[in-house]
């Protein structure tokens, strides 16, 4: 009998944590957008935005809450009675609204920001929990600084706000402090000396100062958190938040490590991360995992050798998994002489070993200088190799086009990480159905 599998509840906190990024603030018109397509991606939960910051963010609060549906809609508010009342005004249309409440724990906040007493702030926390109770059902709080702040004075509050009808405890790492045993450490200590825990959903806030956000996040689900708070791209204060993409990723394909499921639509995550970038004008870094566009990028020979013959050997997911249409092989100088071959049919020539040997020492030298070898250079170059072509041969037949490639990779995908059927190349042409292991040797040595 399969055993059910547990469910994290994915917060996506671009419009607010997110947009805070510098250069990152996005108008009424913007919010609701991308907020359509949060939904489409199927996120639990849209953080709309910080209602008290501006009327303009309120107003999209208020319009994100009125006609998105299907998730929980929350919105921020400071531990005070004027954030909390406009939260709600902002919030009241939504069908399923959640009042977000935030205060600072940490001596280091409570001393030189906030100026109040440990005791202040456990009256405080309590009280605001206890009017956004008497406007909502579902009411978060998070510890501001959680990770810096007295464990045992962190679990008082805790104790608090729970008792004041908080359904959902978020644990901010607010500096990217943390490092994943000892957020995963904390996580375990508030699971078992918590009050009425048993009845509440415990989150996990990560920011990316160290570099270490999603492995914090993934430390905390480990732990028993059930809630994840993460941004598409990652965005967010100064270094950003933990990535949404790659926590989904991490657990789907590594299954046997991480055994959860979302709700997210992993075909949805290029398409929304794109859009985030162009209404923000603030590009993905082409090394990002995921939805970088070097994720599934492949220029080095031995790994377009291994990719043009399976792509198992250099991915660990499709590109379609994750809504990237297919893989690219990047001809530069560190290309071999398999991918160079298959890129010259594409453009319809084929040629022989010393041919291509010819071919491939004008490339690389043509790469050295120039990084990246378009297509036009390539026919200029085959065009002066081999004049008239005595060794070139046009091919007869075409090529699979791209779209009957796209169309291949439309099919259905299993519950494995990367399929394991026959696939096209990261070009779009045909993986040959039987490899001799002789050749597959042979080709490997002679493709780099």
Request: charged fraction near 25%; proline fraction near 5%.
């Amino acid at each position: 009998m399969a055993t059910e599998q547990i469910r994290i509840t994915v917060f996506d906190t671009t419009l607010r944590d997110g947009e805070q990024s510098p250069g990152c603030s996005m108008n009424y018109q913007e919010k609701l957008r991308l907020a359509h397509q949060l939904d489409r991606l199927g996120v639990d939960v849209i953080e709309a935005g910080f209602p008290i910051a501006s009327d303009g963010d309120f107003e999209a609060v208020k319009a994100i809450a009125a006609v998105i549906r299907r998730p929980v809609i929350a919105g921020l508010a400071r531990a005070c009675r004027p954030d909390i009342e406009r939260d709600w005004e902002a919030l009241k249309d939504a069908a399923r609204p959640r009042v977000h409440i935030v205060l600072a724990t940490s001596d280091i906040h409570l001393k030189y920001k906030l100026r109040i007493t440990r005791e202040k702030c456990l009256a405080q926390a309590r009280e605001s929990v206890a009017f956004a109770k008497s406007l909502s059902d579902d009411v978060e709080f998070s510890p501001e600084d959680a990770t810096r702040t007295d464990p045992e004075f962190l679990c008082h509050v805790l104790d608090a706000v729970v008792e004041a009808g908080a359904t959902t405890l978020n644990i901010p790492d607010t500096v990217g402090y943390t490092v994943p045993a000892e957020f995963g450490e904390l996580i375990a200590t508030i699971r078992r000396r918590v009050k009425g825990i048993e009845n509440v959903t415990i989150s996990a806030h990560c920011h990316n100062d160290l570099g270490m956000a999603v492995a914090n996040t993934m430390a905390a689900i480990t732990a028993g958190a059930r809630q994840v708070e993460c941004t598409i791209n990652g965005i967010g204060e100064r270094a950003g938040n933990a990535s949404l993409e790659e926590i989904v990723m991490a657990m789907r394909v590594r299954h046997d490590r991480y055994p959860y499921e979302t709700g997210i639509a992993g075909e949805h995550l290029f398409p929304v991360s794109q859009m985030l970038s162009e209404i923000t004008g603030v590009p993905v870094q082409p090394n990002k995992a995921i939805t970088g566009r070097n994720a599934f990028a492949h220029e080095a020979g031995i790994h377009q050798d291994g990719v043009l013959k399976n792509p198992l050997t250099y991915e660990i997911m499709t590109p379609q998994s994750v809504g990237v249409p297919d893989s690219k092989l990047v001809l530069g100088k560190h290309s071999g002489r398999h991918a160079l071959a298959i890129r010259c049919e594409q453009l319809g020539y084929q040629f022989d070993r010393r041919a291509l040997d010819d071919i491939y020492r004008r490339f690389v030298r043509l790469a050295d200088k120039i990084k990246h070898v378009e297509d036009h250079h390539l026919l200029e170059l085959i065009r002066d190799t081999h004049k008239p072509a005595a060794s070139a041969t046009p091919l007869f037949e075409p090529l699979p086009t791209a779209v009957a490639a796209a169309a291949s990779a439309s099919t259905p995908e299993t519950l494995r990480p990367f399929p394991m059927a026959q696939q096209a190349s990261a070009f779009g042409v045909a993986l040959p159905a039987d490899h001799h292991h002789d050749q597959q040797q042979e080709d490997y040595l002679w493709g780099v």
